[in-house]
């Protein structure tokens, strides 16, 4: 699993996982959202060498349409 970590203005800690569901989903989440509708930077040649702890492959997620939409609707949960 990849993770990373960051916390808010209200120290509210937030952990992100990738998982695969066939190897089922981590015990221990609060919430779980699925988020296979964002775009997969594996299908861009350029991307799927890198990690996904790599700026470059994370701004090509969450600057996307889908990805900013996303953090949009999640930001006031």
Do not use: C, T
Request: glycine fraction near 6%; hydrophobic fraction near 40%.
């Amino acid at each position: 699993m990849d993770s990373q970590s960051a916390a808010s203005k209200e120290n509210v800690r937030i952990l992100l996982f990738s998982f695969g569901f066939k190897h089922g989903v981590p015990v221990d989440a609060n919430l779980l959202f699925d988020v296979r509708f964002l775009p997969n930077p594996y299908w861009q040649e350029d991307l799927r060498p890198k990690s996904g702890l790599q700026e470059e492959v994370s701004s090509y997620v969450v600057g996307s349409d889908q990805g900013r939409d996303f953090l949009e609707l999640l930001e006031p949960l």
